[in-house]
């Protein structure tokens, strides 16, 4: 009985790593394919299309990851994603980057949006815009920084006025 037991839980472990598995083979291609697409442009404009790169990162982290696996899956997903990424293209892969870009897609879900902010803001200044909770003001503020030209020192400075 014991026996049966164990081999019942050690083929259900099988099936769910295969399963982690399928989802990351398909997530780390479909990752690599944007990487590689970015890296061959060599486009003038390297914020606007580093920004863009990470938000579709992002975004095909979300809906992955989110609409296949349990949450310890989820955890698993991350490492050996990060794991794969950082061996090819350095720390820029790192778990808590790819945590940033997904939330740059929850942040900012439309890519037109994305698109136009990014001609004139860094990826420096999305993450400090990544301090703001509320979207009104998170949107006044990359509004203001793209209109008035702020850099991310000078946003930073005025997220921590807002937040005090």
């Not at 299309?49 to 349990?70: M, N």
């Not at 310890?72 to 990424?85: C, M, P, Q």
């Not at 940033?100 to 942040?107: A, D, G, I, K």
């Not at 890519?111 to 999305?126: C, I, M, P, Q």
């Amino acid at each position: 009985m014991i026996v049966i037991l164990i081999s019942v839980v050690y083929i259900c472990a099988l099936i769910l790593n295969l399963e982690h598995m399928k989802t990351l083979d398909g997530l780390l291609c479909n990752i690599l394919f944007l990487i590689e697409k970015s890296q061959k442009k060599g486009s003038q404009r390297l914020n606007a299309d580093k920004s863009l790169l990470y938000w579709e990162i992002g975004r095909l982290i979300k809906q992955d990851v989110y609409s296949k696996e349990a949450t310890l899956h989820r955890i698993d997903t991350f490492k050996d994603l990060s794991r794969e990424l950082v061996k090819r293209y350095g720390k820029e892969f790192e778990i808590r980057h790819l945590l940033q870009m997904e939330l740059f897609f929850v942040y900012f879900p439309e890519v037109e949006v994305v698109s136009d902010l990014s001609k004139k803001l860094t990826w420096t200044h999305f993450l400090k815009l990544f301090l703001i909770d509320n979207k009104l003001h998170r949107d006044d503020y990359a509004k203001a920084c793209k209109e008035e030209g702020w850099s991310s020192s000078v946003l930073h400075g005025k997220i921590k006025k807002l937040i005090i």
